[in-house]
């Protein structure tokens, strides 16, 4: 039997259709478990950075300038095999920019082990796309065309897939920003409220970071991060200014300069969150407002495709059946 005419049975769709279902059961009654396991790996993930920074640190006062490795444990180890990939063909030349480094501390990647696996996945991946697309179509589906055709659409969807990593980047860059965008203007409330009671800004990004932690884990891991670079840089703009590099939200590098601004001219810091509280809410207000706003030309079109149709029947189908049926003007 020819496997494209297996794929258009009747009972290969429905034992398909019936394993996607048992698959989406299992993964919503197990989604809470794997959310748990989430936010133990970003706490250990945070305490391992602290770790690295402390000896990092350690070692800079020491006048070493690089600290032991053995005192080291990093979140990001990656395979043998991907590094010496990454070695041999000199990857670092080929893919990596200044910007690299940047792109996937906003995404959550730190580390250089999290480097050498993106470099390795960029190299691999089209690869990789192009192998399995040209067993495709030269062997399962190869539909009577040149063979010069098929290798032709094999290496254009390897070369599409050369940017599937930098696409997976981006759209966990994406839901990273926006869960630490939603909840950055409550941060600020809590964050005024610790300064006003007298905390340290140390003390209140610990303190914040413990709180927020429910609404928004990657929010809480950013704070948790800056709270040891405040706890072991001797420039505490620094610490400020790598939040707002690693989060790459506007918002957040408003906040951190008016920080590094008041740390460094000594002006009131209450009153430097304040101004940045009220700024946050009337953002987020005017977010809302534009929401609600584009909302009735979003309605438009299902409510012609939808709503309009099934009213026009209920006003109109009694009409028509007393016109046509029996008794009725055409009926009759």
Not at 91 to 107: G, I, S
Not at 175 to 202: F, H, N, T, Y
Not at 210 to 237: C, H, V
Request: with cysteine; net charge positive; proline share 3%.
């Amino acid at each position: 039997m020819n496997f494209l005419e297996m794929l258009a049975q009747r009972e290969f769709l429905i034992a398909v259709l019936a394993a996607v279902s048992a698959a989406a059961v299992v993964f919503t009654f197990g989604s809470g478990f794997i959310v748990k396991s989430e936010m133990k790996d970003r706490i250990k993930r945070v305490a391992l950075e602290r770790d690295k920074m402390r000896a990092e640190e350690m070692a800079r006062l020491r006048g070493s300038g690089v600290a032991d490795s053995r005192s080291i444990r990093r979140s990001g180890e990656t395979k043998t095999y991907m590094k010496n990939v990454v070695d041999r063909f000199d990857l670092k030349k080929a893919f990596q920019d200044d910007a690299t480094v940047d792109k996937l501390a906003m995404a959550g990647y730190r580390g250089q082990g999290h480097l050498t696996t993106f470099l390795f996945m960029r190299f691999a991946t089209p690869i990789v796309v192009f192998v399995l697309c040209a067993i495709y179509v030269l062997f399962l589906a190869p539909g009577g065309r040149p063979l010069y055709m098929n290798l032709a659409i094999a290496i254009g969807i390897g070369i599409i897939g050369a940017y599937l990593p930098n696409v997976l980047l981006k759209n966990t860059t994406t839901k990273r920003q926006m869960s630490i965008k939603r909840a950055w203007p409550d941060c600020l409330d809590l964050m005024l409220l610790c300064v006003e009671a007298g905390m340290s800004m140390e003390h209140a990004f610990k303190r914040v970071a413990k709180e927020i932690g429910q609404q928004s884990a990657e929010l809480a891991e950013e704070l948790t991060l800056t709270t040891a670079e405040l706890s072991f840089l001797e420039d505490r703009g620094r610490a400020y200014d790598n939040l707002g590099r690693r989060t790459g939200l506007d918002g957040v590098k408003s906040v951190m300069t008016a920080l590094i601004q008041a740390d460094r001219y000594g002006t009131s810091v209450g009153q430097a969150l304040r101004v940045m509280a009220e700024e946050g809410r009337e953002t987020r207000m005017m977010e809302a407002e534009k929401k609600a706003a584009s909302l009735p030309p979003k309605l438009t079109v299902p409510l012609i495709l939808f709503f309009l149709p099934v009213l026009f029947i209920v006003i109109i189908a009694p009409a028509v059946i007393k016109v046509f049926g029996p008794g009725g003007v055409a009926g009759g």
